[in-house]
């Protein structure tokens, strides 16, 4: 699997989620700040990569958020209503619709951040760190030959 056929495979998982109203892949604060966000969101920002000997596993912040009324008065009700929202990610991704697209593997421990923004809109979320393994056969037939000029 290709970071684009990941990439649009999280996209896909998250716009099939009856709670989330936009996804999007990129710089989550930039998006934000530019608005034309539809709440409850869902967003994804890669945040590293590495080999390994035979696998490449592909490092993601997921940021599931949703606007509240008024300052702190249903901040926890939001915070757990998206937690709920990542553990039903969590779930599509370990347990996926089609294996024979997905390869990925899912770390287990998933660490959660709470957060609250107040600029431009009163968000409340959760970011789940995440790492998507995939096959990597380091096939050495896949690389272009050289030209000469």
Known sequence: MTLNQIVKELTKIGNDHEQINYVYFGDVWERISNGEVTYPAMF?????????????????????MDRMLMEETNETEVLSDMTQVAGDIVAQLRYPEDYSIVT???????????????????LAGVKLDINLTVPFINNRCQIPTQYTY
């Open 44 to 64: 994804m920002t890669l945040t590293g990569a590495s080999f390994g000997a035979k696998d490449i596993g592909y490092s993601f912040s997921l940021y599931f």
């Open 104 to 122: 990925w593997t899912l770390n287990q421990n998933l660490p959660i951040t709470f957060y609250t923004e107040s600029d431009p809109d009163l």
